[in-house]
T-cell receptor, first 116, second 113 residues
């Protein structure tokens, strides 16, 4: 079974600074996907960024980028130029690559507070 | 931008009552999911649904739970006889393909009293 571990329950960062959220996972699969989801106080789950395990290049989406280390099974999220609207719970998630429905396996989340 | 819609946003029910949570997935999506998040805890998979049948379910999804796609648009989760521990946020999600990311609805907060 796959597991996802987020070792930082809470973090804070000053506005405009950079913060990195950690995520490690355990799997015997070779092909899979990794995601970061954001859950603001409204509780909706919003996709932030996605990484395919077969791609060596780290994914980026504007101010959000990942550091994907496949051998180390590590998938950290870097938020640059943090904004107050980035305040949210951030969940790392794993998905096997296979045909048919593939459920996401989530970590416990990191609560990020951006301070003005 | 298309989105997954869930109703109601908040449901309060008495223990032992049946509840139906409703979801309208994104129209061209083929794969549907229900997840649950107990307050303060991580999001947990309940069930996945494709081609009008359950593809996979977790150990949480026992005989008290059922899912249905009664028409071409709605996707429902029924809890037959609610328990206090069913209180949680329930998220519906859909994806276009099995290898693409799931888009989540805004959730239904279920409170069992």
């Amino acid at each position: 079974a796959q597991t996802v571990t987020q070792s930082q329950p809470e973090m804070s960062v000053q506005e405009a600074e950079t913060v990195t959220l950690s995520c490690t996972y355990d799997t015997s699969e070779n092909n899979y996907y990794l995601f970061w989801y954001k859950q603001p106080p409204s509780r909706q789950m919003i996709l932030v960024i996605r990484q395919e395990a077969y791609k060596q290049q780290n994914a980026t989406e504007n101010r959000f980028s990942v550091n994907f280390q496949k051998a180390a099974k590590s998938f950290s999220l870097k938020i640059s130029d943090s904004q107050l609207g980035d305040t949210a719970m951030y969940f790392c998630a794993f998905m096997k690559q296979r045909s048919g429905n593939t459920p996401l396996v989530f970590g416990k989340g990191t609560r990020l507070s951006v301070i003005a | 931008e298309p989105e997954v819609t869930q109703t109601p946003s908040h449901q309060v029910t008495q223990m032992g009552q049946e509840v139906i949570l409703r979801c309208v997935p994104i129209s061209n999506h083929l794969y549907f999911y229900w997840y649950r998040q107990i307050l303060g805890q991580k999001v947990e998979f309940l069930v996945s649904f494709y081609n009008n049948e359950i593809s996979e379910k977790s150990e949480i999804f026992d005989d008290q739970f059922s899912v249905e796609r009664p028409d071409g648009s709605n996707f429902t989760l029924k809890i037959r006889s609610t328990k206090l521990e069913d209180s949680a946020m329930y998220f519906c999600a859909s994806s276009q393909d099995s290898w693409t990311e799931a888009f989540f609805g805004q959730g239904t907060r279920l409170t069992v009293v």
